[in-house]
């Protein structure tokens, strides 16, 4: 009787944390990423035939004045239709006058690059507002800039710095925490610098001289950076933020992870990062029950950083993705005409089906990497 109910309780928390809780984190950023495309097109009186969160049959739609809202069974992503969006019939009939001038074809190139860019772009600020949300009402939690050790080559150790010291500032700027001392630090081998750290109750000045060593960055490449020997001891605290700082700090972080997504990908095609590591909606399904599990605030900044993958990917200049018709009508202006219905229709088509390659490659992986 014990095994039964162990085995409905995990199917039950399966369901919950690794299904339920996953469709409703992707329905919000793919709500998000939709409602900017429907709001822009909207604002440019392009006529919206129907706005519908995943794909496939429907489960529920409704029409409202003259957009179909619906849902569909498989949930991962969705999709705005506009009226003249996509028509690669040549023959296909003509738009009744009253409707040619909000057809989708019928804007300036100006105008559907910035309905098509305006999903990503509300991706980006779903983001800021999660950050701002978990800055302003939680604060900003940092590691501390509290000594916990030294390397075995220690400039710090040699000054006279001994564990439990806390640095305060460097070269007269104060240290919030451990990144803003790296940040200080790192491109300054071979020159003195003033540090003032806490000591128990008192406040010590020393002079130190960082040594360029060889380390490695997040990616694992061998890197040069100035050093002074020291190990985090691994503290963290909570800062208090005011409004305007954690506006600040929202637009600060999203941009720094806007950065590292970028350069990801750069590394993933220069080889540094391995293809095996990228993961699918299994991974991100189960890291989503894995954090939901550890605590629901936590889902937040979760959140914000699969928002920003979603916006900067879909940016990447691939057919049917919004960063491929961005270049399609970047390319448009530049030309002074279209592109033929028929080559429109033949990237699309590539477009998919390098996209269902990437599926399949992120699903073998994810499924590789679950049984492993």
Same mark, same amino acid.
């Given at each position: 009787?014990?095994?039964?109910?162990?085995?409905?309780?995990?199917v039950?928390?399966?369901?919950?944390?690794?299904?339920?809780?996953?469709?409703?984190?992707?329905?919000?950023?793919?709500?998000?990423?939709?409602?900017?495309?429907?709001?822009?097109?909207?604002?440019?009186?392009?006529?919206?035939?129907?706005?519908?969160?995943?794909?496939?049959?429907?489960?529920?739609?409704?029409?409202?004045?003259?957009t179909?809202?619906?849902?569909?069974?498989?949930p991962?992503?969705?999709?705005?239709?506009?009226?003249?969006?996509?028509?690669?019939?040549?023959?296909?009939?003509?738009?009744?006058?009253?409707?040619?001038?909000?057809?989708?074809?019928?804007?300036?190139?100006?105008?559907?690059?910035?309905?098509?860019?305006?999903?990503?772009?509300?991706?980006?600020?779903?983001?800021?507002?999660?950050?701002?949300?978990?800055?302003?009402?939680?604060?900003?939690?940092?590691?501390?800039?509290?000594?916990?050790?030294?390397?075995?080559?220690?400039?710090?150790?040699?000054?006279?710095?001994?564990?439990?010291?806390?640095?305060?500032?460097?070269?007269?700027?104060?240290?919030?925490?451990w990144?803003?001392?790296?940040?200080?630090?790192?491109?300054k081998g071979?020159?003195?610098?003033?540090?003032?750290?806490?000591?128990?109750n008192? /406040?010590?000045?020393?002079?130190?001289?960082? /040594?360029?060593?060889?380390?490695?960055?997040?990616?694992?490449?061998?890197?040069?950076?100035?050093?002074?020997?020291?190990?985090?001891?691994?503290?963290?605290?909570?800062?208090?933020?005011?409004?305007?700082?954690?506006?600040?700090?929202?637009?600060?972080?999203?941009?720094?992870?806007?950065?590292?997504?970028?350069?990801?990908?750069?590394?993933?095609?220069?080889?540094?990062?391995?293809?095996?590591?990228?993961?699918?909606?299994?991974?991100?399904?189960?890291?989503?029950?894995?954090?939901?599990?550890?605590?629901?605030?936590?889902?937040?900044?979760f959140?914000?950083?699969?928002?920003?993958?979603?916006?900067?990917?879909?940016?990447?200049?691939?057919?049917?993705?919004?960063?491929?018709?961005?270049?399609?009508?970047?390319?448009?202006?530049?030309?002074?005409?279209?592109?033929?219905?028929?080559?429109?229709?033949?990237?699309?088509?590539?477009g998919?089906?390098?996209?269902?390659?990437?599926?399949?490659?992120?699903?073998?992986?994810?499924?590789l990497?679950?049984?492993?």
């Open positions: 009787m014990d095994v039964f109910f162990t085995l409905i309780q995990n039950g928390d399966f369901i919950l944390y690794k299904i339920v809780i996953f469709v409703l984190v992707l329905g919000i950023m793919v709500l998000i990423h939709e409602l900017g495309h429907f709001l822009i097109a909207k604002a440019f009186n392009v006529k919206v035939l129907k706005f519908a969160l995943g794909f496939g049959p429907k489960i529920v739609a409704r029409n409202f004045g003259e179909e809202y619906s849902i569909r069974y498989f991962l992503g969705g999709f705005v239709k506009m009226l003249g969006e996509g028509e690669f019939d040549e023959e296909a009939d003509e738009l009744p006058p009253e409707d040619e001038l909000r057809a989708f074809n019928n804007q300036h190139a100006l105008k559907r690059m910035a309905i098509i860019a305006a999903g990503p772009v509300f991706n980006l600020g779903l983001a800021v507002f999660l950050f701002f949300g978990i800055f302003f009402f939680s604060g900003k939690d940092v590691i501390t800039a509290e000594v916990g050790g030294f390397s075995e080559v220690s400039p710090a150790k040699e000054a006279g710095m001994m564990e439990g010291d806390i640095i305060l500032s460097v070269q007269g700027q104060s240290i919030a925490d990144d803003d001392l790296k940040g200080l630090i790192q491109d071979g020159d003195p610098i003033d540090f003032i750290v806490q000591r128990s008192r /406040r010590l000045e020393m002079e130190i001289t960082p /040594r360029e060593q060889d380390t490695k960055n997040i990616f694992g490449e061998e890197i040069r950076s100035a050093q002074i020997g020291i190990i985090s001891a691994q503290k963290i605290t909570t800062l208090e933020i005011g409004l305007l700082q954690a506006i600040d700090e929202s637009i600060s972080e999203t941009k720094k992870y806007i950065e590292l997504t970028c350069l990801v990908v750069v590394k993933l095609f220069q080889g540094v990062v391995p293809f095996k590591t990228v993961g699918g909606p299994i991974m991100i399904a189960d890291m989503t029950g894995e954090i939901a599990k550890h605590s629901f605030m936590s889902l937040f900044p959140m914000a950083i699969i928002s920003i993958n979603l916006g900067i990917l879909n940016l990447l200049p691939i057919p049917i993705l919004d960063g491929g018709l961005i270049l399609f009508l970047l390319l448009e202006s530049i030309m002074g005409r279209p592109f033929s219905l028929k080559t429109q229709e033949w990237a699309m088509k590539i998919l089906s390098l996209l269902v390659l990437l599926m399949i490659f992120v699903f073998y992986n994810d499924i990497r679950y049984f492993q």
